[in-house]
């Protein structure tokens, strides 16, 4: 009888610890969601940016040839960025996202390093401020992001709560 409930105790305490472990588990993986969804507003923004903010037609072509390589970024960072929207915590999900994100910086410094004579100033100047806005918004955001990925992470690294992590399939993600 006195083995018994000893085994009933240790069994419902196993039960409560898995329980209260899972939970965690799926609150980390929940709060890495909720970052993402909010890092994902602003880097709409980029693309938002490109869109609505074209050169005029009328200016030199090796402007408008910038431009269409910053466009061609754009689109395939919105592409990259809902794969990553459905999968926030999915790895190559982000990296593909993070690749598309240096590719889109990167036309953006072509079509900002042209020469001057070759641009309207003003809208140059208009843009980049409101691309820096973004850029200081977007950051603070993914640093929340790779803060909660890091807890969720170490979350399913840690022992024992990694062999519920094994079982129920939560896989390591990936920072932005």
């Known amino acids: 009888m006195g083995d018994s409930i000893v085994t009933w105790f240790v069994l419902a305490i ?3 610890w898995a ?3 899972y939970n965690r588990l799926v609150r980390c993986r929940s709060q890495g969601n909720v970052s993402f ?3 994902e507003g ?3 923004h980029y693309v938002l940016l490109v869109k609505t903010n074209a050169p005029d037609p009328q200016l030199h072509e090796s402007v408008q040839v910038a431009w269409a390589g910053l466009a061609a970024s754009a689109e395939q960072f919105k592409v990259s960025l809902r794969f990553a929207r459905a999968q926030p915590l999915h790895g190559p999900a982000m990296n593909a996202l993070r690749t598309a994100h240096g590719t889109l910086c ?3 410094a072509r ?3 042209l020469p001057a004579e070759l641009l309207d100033a003003a809208w140059l100047q208009a843009l980049q401020l409101e691309w820096e806005r973004v850029s200081v918004k977007t950051e603070m955001a993914r640093v929340e992001f790779n803060r909660a ?3 969720y992470n170490e979350a399913i690294g840690q022992f024992p709560a990694l062999l519920l992590a094994w079982l129920f399939g ?3 993600a990936q920072t932005f």
């Open 42 to 44: 602003f880097l709409d």
């Open 170 to 172: 939560f896989k390591p």
């Open 37 to 39: 969804a909010v890092l």
């Open 106 to 108: 990167e036309s953006w």
């Open 19 to 21: 329980m209260g472990a």
């Open 14 to 16: 196993l039960l409560f």
């Open 111 to 113: 079509v900002r390093e």
């Open 149 to 151: 990925v890091a807890n």
